[in-house]
Structures are given as C-alpha cells and as structure tokens.
C-alpha cells in the first residue's frame, strides 16, 4: 500500500508539472509560418486559428516574404519573420525553409495541415517548468531569476493581433479565396538578453491599441523557448 501511495504520488507530481508548463501562465507556443499566396497554407492556419481559443496556447502566426514574387504579395509578410523562420531552419537542422512550417516551444516542428499532427506537435513539446517567471503589463515586462542557458536567453516583444482578419487573395495560388487569420504577429523586438538575474524591460507603446503583447523567452540562436506570457 506505501508503494502504491507513493507511485500514486509520482504520478501526480508529474502530471502537475505538466499541466503547469501548459496552463494560461504557461502558455505552449505554437508558431505558424505561412504565406496568402500557399496553397497548402490554409488547413494549417486553420488548425492553429482552432487552437488559438485554448487559454494554455499561444498561437502566433507569421507572414513571411518569398512567396512575394510568386503572384500574391503577403499583406501581413515582414522580412524579420523570413529571417525568425531561417533561424528555425539552422536550429533544426533544415536545408531549406518551407510554408506551412508550425514550430512549438521552439523545440520541434511541423507541417501542421492535419489536426492530429497539430495535436501531436502541441502534445511532444511541453517545456516544462524550468524557465523564469514572467510579469507582463502594458508599459513593462519582469523576467524572474532562474537557470540560464550558456550564452543566455533573447527576450522577444511579440505584437499580434488577435481578431479575426478576412483578406481577400486577388491572385496567385489562393486567388479568388478569402482567407480568414487569427493572431496575426505585426512587429517582433527583441529586447535584449536574460543571462539569470532578474531583468526588468521596458515596452513601447504598441501602433495600435487593439494588439496584444507576448513575451517569450528563448535560448539563443533560435533554441527552446523557456517561457511566454501574454497580456
């Protein structure tokens, strides 16, 4: 009976943990890297606009540039988030990069079109409870002490816009469709480098008054994301 209450015990110390790394003050970072102009962009977008309802997601969803030239300018594509996405490729060890790509905490990637694959994605990255805390308002962002990683940790001011978006696509492969986006990112800061002691930044005011803020702090050169919060 001792070893049952404490395998029992075990088990729940575990679970807890989890359940901690994926509650709303531990959000699960799901990123999608996408373009209006792909074909095989929507179902994806989907996935993540359905997961973006979840209060332990934060789903952020990146317009990137090289489908520009082909048809369709992206109305949302911003060459840093090209550049976030050719980070991810030299991080996970990718020749190239590709539309639809959904990262998740920073540790494993995807395509992402088929909902389970998107659950299953969600469901092998949780990152655990290692990282610092994060306190995030308005005008500044507080980042705990804790266990930094060599070289230390970016920490990254993400503005996105969370209504539902409908744009229309007058060329290109989705040409003729209105494509519907949730979370959309419209800026990406980095605000400097956690190296374990607590830190204190200051944000600027955001363009419009309708984004919401994320910060997420993730060890350098495109690695794991030690924690997020949102406002």
């Known amino acids: 009976m001792r070893r049952l209450r404490l395998l029992i015990a075990i088990i729940a110390c575990a679970c807890g943990g989890n359940a901690l790394a994926a509650d709303a003050s531990h959000p699960t ?18 996935n993540l606009m359905a997961l973006a309802s979840r209060p332990n997601i934060l789903a952020l969803s ?7 030239q082909l048809g369709w300018k992206d109305t949302f594509a911003q060459p840093a988030f090209t550049a976030r996405q050719w980070a991810y490729a030299h991080a996970l060890h990718h020749p190239d990069v590709f539309t639809p790509q959904v990262v998740v905490n920073g540790r494993r990637d995807g395509v992402g079109a088929n909902p389970e694959e998107m659950r299953g ?6 990152r655990g409870t290692g990282g610092p805390s994060l306190a995030l308002s308005r005008r500044q962002v507080t980042v705990g002490a804790g266990d930094a990683p060599a070289g230390g940790a ?4 993400v503005r996105f816009d969370p209504r ?13 469709r209105t494509l519907p986006h949730r979370d959309v990112v419209r800026s990406l800061m980095r ?9 204190a930044f200051r944000l600027p005011p955001p363009s419009d008054p309708a984004f919401s803020d994320a910060v997420l702090v993730q060890t350098r050169g495109a690695g794991p994301i030690l924690a997020a919060a949102r406002d």
């Not at 990146?62 to 520009?68: K, M």
């Not at 994605?121 to 949780?126: G, K, N």
């Open 191 to 199: 605000l400097g480098v956690w190296s374990g002691r607590p830190m």
């Open 29 to 46: 970072v799901v990123e999608l890297f996408q373009a209006q102009g792909c074909s095989s962009c929507p179902p994806a977008n989907a």
């Open 121 to 126: 994605l969600v469901a092998a990255a949780d």
């Open 154 to 157: 970016d920490v990254w001011l």
């Open 62 to 68: 990146f317009g990137v540039t090289y489908w520009d």
């Open 164 to 176: 539902i978006l409908q744009v229309p696509v007058q060329r290109g492969e989705n040409s003729g």
